[in-house]
């Protein structure tokens, strides 16, 4: 089965264009925090998303406008590296 990066490099996308990201963890003063730091140099767009029926878990959306693919995946690692965030999409 194709993961999403598989079919997003197959549909030949163009650059440069908006991004999103969707952060998952278990503090949301703390993953908006995330975006400041990983987005801050860059104009964007954050919005707090949905929490998880328990409460454990908290989602935050940022976008940004994007150069390449190379600025993409970077992004993209730096939230996968960033200690308040569990989770990347």
């Given amino acids: 089965m194709e ?3 598989e079919k997003l490099e197959k549909e030949e996308l163009s650059y440069p264009r908006q991004w999103g990201f969707k952060i998952i963890g278990r503090d949301k003063e703390k993953l908006a925090a995330a975006v ?3 987005l801050g140099h860059k104009e964007h767009l954050s ?3 949905n929490a998880s029926r328990t409460g454990k878990f908290h989602s935050h ?3 940004c406008h994007v150069e390449s693919k190379e600025e993409r995946d970077k992004l993209f690692k730096a ?3 960033h200690e308040d ?3 990347v999409i």
Wanted: no cysteine; charged share 20%; aromatic share 6%.
């Fill in 3 to 5: 993961t999403i990066n």
């Fill in 36 to 38: 400041k730091e990983v």
């Fill in 47 to 49: 919005s707090p998303g």
């Fill in 61 to 63: 959306n940022a976008s």
């Fill in 79 to 81: 939230f996968q590296d």
């Fill in 85 to 87: 965030v569990d989770m």
